[in-house]
C-alpha cells in the first residue's frame, strides 16, 4: 500500500521561507506533485519532479521561489518554498502517479495522494 505523509507546515510572515516533505511509502521512482488549496478555492498544481530526477515543471507564479527536490535515498520529496505571499496560505498536498513524465498535472490524474499540511503565511 502506498502512502505520503507530508509535513512542514506552520504559520509564517509574508517574506519568509518554509520547507515542505513528502514521505513517500510502498513504492518507488513515482513522478511527484505538489498541489495546494486555499481556502475556498479550487486544488491548483505547484509543482511536479520526475520519477528520475531528470526533469521539473513549476505553476508560473512559483517558478523564482519555490524549488522541487527529491531524496530517493530517503524516500522523500521536498518544495523549498522561498519569499511566501499572503495568498499562497493552504492546505498542500503531495501527491504521486506512476507512468512516463507529463506536460501538464490534475489531481484527479494522479494515483496516490497525501493528506495535507497547513501553511498559513500572515501579512
Known amino acids: 500500500q502506498v502512502q505520503l505523509v507530508e509535513s512542514g507546515g506552520g504559520l509564517v510572515q509574508a517574506g519568509a521561507s518554509l520547507r515542505l516533505s513528502c514521505v513517500v511509502s510502498?513504492?518507488?521512482?513515482?513522478?511527484m506533485v505538489w498541489f495546494r488549496q486555499a481556502p475556498g478555492k479550487g486544488r491548483e498544481f505547484v509543482a511536479a519532479?520526475?520519477?528520475?530526477?531528470?526533469?521539473?515543471s513549476y505553476e508560473d507564479s512559483v517558478k523564482d521561489r519555490f524549488t522541487i527536490s527529491r531524496d530517493d535515498a530517503k524516500n522523500t520529496v521536498f518544495l523549498q518554498m522561498n519569499s511566501l505571499k499572503s495568498d499562497e496560505t493552504a492546505t498542500y498536498y503531495c501527491?504521486?502517479?506512476?507512468?512516463?513524465?507529463?506536460?501538464?498535472?490534475?489531481?484527479?490524474?494522479?494515483?496516490?495522494w497525501g493528506k495535507g499540511t497547513l501553511v498559513t503565511v500572515s501579512s
Open positions: 510502498g513504492f518507488s521512482k513515482l513522478n
Open positions: 501527491a504521486s502517479r506512476r507512468g512516463p513524465w507529463q506536460g501538464t498535472w490534475s489531481w484527479g490524474g494522479m494515483h496516490y
Open positions: 519532479i520526475s520519477w528520475n530526477d531528470w526533469a521539473t
